[in-house]
């Protein structure tokens, strides 16, 4: 009981335990798992990426001006929900050429907003995905 | 004198619950003399979605958010379950790793029920400390998985992440200064008036009444049955790592408190001789074919026995995923301690069965 008031007197001096965010910033760790990046120029387009994905963040749909890359031989192009996915990294994993072609960053996802019609938008492409 | 009884609710949203749960308590003045509940206030039809719109290696990541607080034990069963179908053995290295979150996240369950427990009983500051101090556990597991709350860190055939040198130092260090926190838990949990005295003789379940209404986990060790799955099942080495029994006696608030605090230090007995005695070997092993058959795993969560039934006829989609998990076992005894108490110290009793919402609706 002693030891409790003294702990309640110490602590009425301590400073805060939570973050004063967004003034000061979180310390994310090391191998924080944050946003899928992607990059074109290295990818082969097997598709991997998107039969793993769980949630059904990454959707390759045809497109009318497709990359100059020449693996892509079925004018795809990638579309990422950053919204959507829960960064497990299965896609990274599961990728030919980790590190070049997909990677998993550690930042965090920017927030959606409506004007952004982050859903619409996203709705289409699937429906899209869907349609072929 | 006729004896008129009224009825008071608890829930479904209460100042005092955490998630959504209605007891309807029948009282005799201060006295609770029935109870009926009703558990599906967030019904998400998880089971029916992994048998039609996942595949079977993704259901991990999606059993994983059935509960915020027991990720890991819903992925760890479900995984064991589909290696079982797939007769695939994993290394030792993954299983010590899957043990070593595994106890990681008993610990900051156990203290995130502790702290209900104190500020449900009326007292905030205490509440406040245990909270403060779960953030140790919590740190420790963001630098291993990658993430506070949703690991994703099991995965069909071993572990996703492997741990480095840092992250095992860095896991040590808090844990030893969690270790000396949790023994002040316990100086104060035995010797304050507010968390001790009080909570002795309230909430109690008898040996005889945890064995007929089929208690599990911490509820039914604070009675005094001999019931942990850790000790009854041969998935992960338990016995390698220094695992051992906690049981009570008293079967009351007290008695439930200290059965968590002793499960503490030796959760971090063990976690402490995993980093020591980590094997090496790969973290993965590839698992070839698809689930045929059926398989039942059981695991202790946090709150007691979690059991995965699984079916499968040889495709990517599954036939059946059931889930049985321990709040949903334990509402029976719930029920009973409810009954013979004053209706002011249903919060409290409430707390201190930990009760788990999401995992029990799913």
Redesign the interface.
């Known amino acids: 009981m002693k030891v409790s008031i003294k702990k309640a007197f110490q602590n009425l001096f301590k400073e805060p335990q939570t973050i004063d965010y967004p003034v000061s910033a979180i310390d994310k760790p090391k191998g924080y798992r944050g946003i899928i990046e992607y990059g074109e120029e290295e990818c082969i387009y097997c598709l991997k990426c998107e039969k793993v994905c769980p949630p059904g963040a990454i959707l390759f749909i045809h497109t009318e001006t497709p990359s100059l890359n020449l693996k892509n031989k079925k004018s795809l192009e990638y579309n990422y929900n950053q919204h959507l996915c829960i960064y497990c990294g299965e896609c990274v994993r599961a990728c030919p050429k980790p590190d070049e072609a997909l990677w998993q960053s550690e930042k965090k996802p920017t927030i959606g907003l409506k004007e952004d019609r982050v859903n619409d938008s996203w709705f289409e492409i699937e429906q899209l995905k869907n349609s072929k | 004198m006729s004896k008129k009884t009224i009825n008071i609710p608890l829930g479904s949203q209460h100042i005092s619950l955490l998630e959504p749960v209605r007891f309807k308590f029948e009282c005799e003045n201060e006295k609770i003399i029935g109870v009926d509940s009703d558990v599906g206030f967030v019904h998400r039809g998880i089971e029916k979605a992994c048998v039609t719109k996942?595949k079977y290696?993704?259901i991990p990541?999606?059993v994983a958010?059935i509960c915020g607080l027991c990720a890991i034990t819903h992925s760890l069963a479900y995984t064991t379950a589909v290696e079982n179908l797939l007769e695939g053995e994993v290394t030792l290295k993954a299983k010590y790793l899957r043990m070593l979150l595994v106890e990681l996240d008993r610990i900051h369950s156990h203290m995130l029920c502790l702290s209900h427990v104190c500020e449900n009983g009326g007292f905030e500051?205490?509440f406040?400390?245990i909270m403060?101090d779960r953030?140790y556990i919590m740190?420790i597991q963001?630098?291993l998985?990658?993430?506070r709350v949703?690991f994703?860190f099991i995965?069909i055939g071993g572990v996703?992440?492997d741990i480095t040198n840092?992250i095992a130092n860095n896991i040590k260090k808090n844990l030893n200064i969690v270790k000396l926190k949790v023994f002040?838990y316990i100086?104060?949990f035995s010797?304050?008036?507010s968390l001790s005295l009080k909570f002795q003789n309230i909430g109690k379940l008898t040996l005889d009444e945890a064995y007929s209404y089929n208690a599990i986990g911490p509820l039914a060790r604070a009675a005094g049955i001999f019931t942990d799955v850790r000790s009854e099942t041969n998935y992960l080495p338990y016995e390698d790592i220094g695992y051992e029994i906690q049981v009570g006696k008293a079967g009351d608030i007290h008695a439930r408190n200290f059965i968590r605090l002793n499960e503490i230090l030796n959760s971090i007995q063990m976690c402490q001789n995993i980093i020591d005695g980590l094997p090496q070997g790969d973290i993965i092993t590839k698992l070839k074919g698809k689930p045929n058959g059926e398989s039942i795993v059981r695991l202790e969560a946090p709150r007691g026995e979690l059991m995965y039934y699984l079916k499968g006829e040889g495709k990517s989609i599954l036939n059946r995923v059931r889930i049985k998990t321990p709040t949903f076992s334990c509402i029976p005894a719930f029920m009973e301690v409810f009954k013979g108490s004053n209706y002011a110290d249903a919060p409290a009793i409430l707390a201190s069965f930990d009760p788990c919402l999401s995992c029990t609706a799913k």
Do not use: I
């Open positions: 996942f290696d993704a990541y999606v958010r500051a205490m406040m400390q403060g953030e740190d963001e630098q998985t990658g993430n949703q994703d995965t996703n992440r840092e002040e100086e104060e010797s304050n008036w």
